[in-house]
């Protein structure tokens, strides 16, 4: 494997962390922005408000229990 391929696979591996990092920054500049956000969690979707109160929106399905790398089509 050659210091390029080294690289863009090291590059590669730190996606997921990095979006995840997005995500939570970005969850934070809404709520202080003074807007509304929709989680999931607890079997169901929550909106959340600046204030930390949050209110139930929906019940959903139980999560699907695959290994990892496991493709599934939905129809």
Known sequence: MTDSEKALDYLEQQIPSLSAAAVDVAYWQ???AGQKVLISGEGGIYEVFPDG????????????DL?????????
């Open 30 to 32: 809404a709520l202080a």
């Open 53 to 64: 109160t949050r209110t139930f929106v929906k019940a959903t399905a139980k999560p699907l």
């Open 67 to 75: 290994p990892v790398g496991t493709r599934v089509k939905i129809a």
